[in-house]
T-cell receptor, first 115, second 110 residues
Framework: KAGVTQTPRYLIKTRGQQVTLSCSPI?????VSWYQQTPGQGLQFLFE???????NKGNFPGRFSGRQFSNSRSEMNVSTLELGDSALYLC??????????????FGQGTRLTVV | QKEVEQNSGPLSVPEGAIASLNCTYS??????FFWYRQYSGKSPELIMF????GDKEDGRFTAQLNKASQYVSLLIRDSQPSDSATYLC??????????FGTGTRLLVSP
């Protein structure tokens, strides 16, 4: 069974640009969550989608947005990139309708570097 | 106050010893807790989850939950150098968000 797939694995962007990251969940999983991981802050919750609806959102500025498609694949977008957006962006998928109903499995992440 | 707190470590234990990793949480509405292991440069992988008060054992790992004290722990018996990693505690808040602690770095020396 294929795991969670995130693309691309690595990205280098310049300040002011925008970026789109993609996540394909495990087959049969309908919930997708996104996290930002930095050395100082750890894993910070960005948002969660279930059946194409954003179910929850973390404390990030509006430059961070996401969506989920009917096949459960999800994308997140960051506009007007800042140096502080450099981080590992992780996507996790789970079967459950609610967070914590079932285990969440992570993809390998996208390492974003903003220069 | 962070919703899930962990000591960043590092926690150093000799091979074969018991490693005890601790986590506290602030939201009394939290019901589900997860322990993830993350090797350097890799993504987190699930080790265990626990929903009920008490202990849950899986091989060398035991998760403990005390809802009255708002405390979760992970015990690793017979620690091996390959257990050296960062261990992340996560809890589902009353707002249905999976919130992570910053992780505890474990070093197991041969």
């Amino acid at each position: 069974k294929a795991g969670v797939t995130q693309t691309p694995r690595y990205l280098i962007k310049t300040r002011g640009q925008q970026v789109t990251l993609s996540c394909s969940p495990i087959s049969g999983h309908r919930s997708v969550s996104w996290y930002q991981q930095t050395p100082g802050q750890g894993l910070q919750f960005l948002f969660e989608y279930f059946s194409e609806t954003q179910r929850n959102k973390g404390n990030f500025p509006g430059r961070f947005s996401g969506r989920q498609f009917s096949n459960s694949r999800s994308e997140m977008n960051v506009s007007t990139l800042e140096l502080g957006d450099s981080a590992l962006y992780l996507c996790a998928s789970s079967r459950g309708r609610q967070a914590g109903d079932t285990e969440a499995f992570f993809g390998q992440g996208t390492r974003l570097t903003v220069v | 106050q962070k919703e899930v707190e962990q000591n960043s470590g590092p926690l150093s234990v000799p091979e074969g010893a018991i490693a005890s990793l601790n986590c506290t949480y602030s939201d009394r509405g939290s019901q589900s807790f997860f322990w993830y292991r993350q090797y350097s440069g890799k993504s987190p992988e699930l080790i265990m989850f626990i929903y009920s008060n008490g202990d849950k054992e899986d091989g060398r790992f035991t998760a403990q939950l005390n809802k009255a004290s708002q405390y979760v722990s992970l015990l690793i018996r017979d620690s091996q150098p390959s257990d050296s990693a960062t261990y992340l505690c996560a809890g589902v808040t009353g707002f249905q968000k999976l919130v992570f602690g910053t992780g505890t770095r474990l070093l197991v020396s041969p």
